[in-house]
Nanobody
Framework: LRLVESGGALVQPGGSLRLSCAAS????????MRWCRQAPGKERELVAS????????NYANSVLGRFTISRDNAKNTVYLEMNSLKPDDTAVYFC????????WGKGTLVTVSS
């Protein structure tokens, strides 16, 4: 099983980014997928989750209305569209699936700074 995140970058406050997570090694379309993040000195937190079909999503209060999670089961990819970014959004963002165990990618760094 492999999860590979991409799309992280340095962006100014108020800017936007789109993260991608390419999945392989399992039946992607059968599993919930999650985006989590870990800021320096803080614990990892759940940002958003999406059901296997994509028809149900959930968000942390801190990103509600600014972030959108989506997936393309034909491409085995989950996305995180991030708008109105704030310095507090600075973190390493991880893709996650729970399939027996808890699987993580290596993460992609998002830095929000002027």
């Amino acid at each position: 099983l492999r999860l590979v995140e991409s799309g992280g970058a340095l962006v100014q406050p108020g800017g936007s980014l789109r993260l991608s997570c390419a999945a392989s090694g399992f039946t992607f379309s059968s599993y919930y997928m999650r985006w989590c993040r870990q800021a320096p000195g803080k614990e990892r937190e759940l940002v958003a989750s999406i059901s296997s079909s994509g028809d149900s999503t959930n968000y942390a209060n801190s990103v509600l209305g600014r972030f959108t999670i989506s997936r393309d089961n034909a491409k085995n990819t989950v996305y995180l569209e991030m708008n109105s970014l704030k310095p507090d959004d600075t973190a390493v963002y991880f893709c996650n699936v729970i399939k027996g165990g808890n699987y993580w990618g290596k993460g992609t760094l998002v830095t929000v700074s002027s």
